[in-house]
């Protein structure tokens, strides 16, 4: 009689902790990339973060939603998924502004400093996405090449979904692909702090983002999603504050 008494709080308190849940699943992986953006914004200074990881996490969160066609999994994640390709997007739209600013800024320099006044300052070379050059992949001049690029991409994947995705196996290997990508998260911020000898500019938080999430999804899509806690690397935030080999790197300013 007492625990049916007690059910009129119970029953709105646990659906106060679904909410609260299914909250954190779909914005808990953008929060790591909130202060970036913010360093990025007041310093306007993005070198210290591979756009690549864009790629990367826009790449697994398409091919992800992608399976869910095939196979249903719960909604939470399927939002996860959508904020964080337009999270993404914001990134490498503010990444790209303040590249191509700093590349003039840095041509308004070098002729001041030249004192040369008869030659006008030109801006630095277009890059384009329509361009197809493959030296200039993923360092395009305009925001609208990236759009362009994971329009296409995206395109061209669903319509490949679209003509297999009666196909058990075709659904697999694509969850499969989904989870492998977003496991090799790390891998463009660790050879970007490998070259530069350097974490300066990123942020630690970024090395919880790999492993958000993951024993979630292993529950919720069986084993497509088990190679994303098998590969994720954990290990990043130790990298974070290392170089080569382990040694340590000079100070961060925001790591």
């Not at 006044?117 to 030296?135: G, H, N, T, W």
Request: glycine letters at 8%; charged letters at 15%; aromatic letters at 12%.
């Amino acid at each position: 009689m007492e625990a049916e008494g007690l059910d009129w709080l119970l029953v709105p308190l646990h659906q106060l902790v679904s909410w609260g849940a299914a909250g954190a699943m779909v914005f808990g992986g953008v929060v790591p990339y909130i202060p970036q953006y913010r360093d990025i914004r007041r310093t306007q200074n993005a070198e210290g973060f591979s756009t690549y990881v864009c790629l990367v996490l826009l790449v697994a969160n398409i091919l992800r939603i992608l399976f869910w066609f095939g196979r249903h999994f719960e909604s939470p994640l399927l939002w996860q998924s959508i904020v964080m390709i337009l999270t993404m997007l914001l990134m490498l739209k503010l990444c790209t502004e303040v590249r191509v600013t700093n590349e003039l800024n840095v041509k308004r320099r070098f002729f001041a400093a030249a004192d040369t006044q008869d030659e006008a300052i030109k801006p630095p070379p277009r890059r384009s996405y329509l361009d197809f050059d493959p030296r200039h992949f993923w360092h395009w001049s305009s925001f609208g090449d990236y759009v362009q690029c994971v329009v296409a991409f995206t395109g061209v994947a669903g319509y490949i979904t679209y003509l297999s995705i009666d196909s058990a196996l075709f659904v697999e290997t694509l969850g499969f692909l989904a989870v492998l990508t977003e496991a090799m998260l790390g891998v463009p911020q660790l050879y970007r702090n490998y070259r530069h000898q350097s974490t300066e500019g990123m942020r630690s938080m970024q090395s919880l983002s790999p492993s958000r999430g993951g024993r979630v999804r292993v529950k919720a899509a069986s084993w497509p999603y088990l190679p994303g806690g098998l590969f994720s690397p954990s290990s990043a935030s130790r990298w974070c504050s290392c170089g080569p080999a382990g040694t340590p790197s000079r100070p961060p300013t925001s790591c």
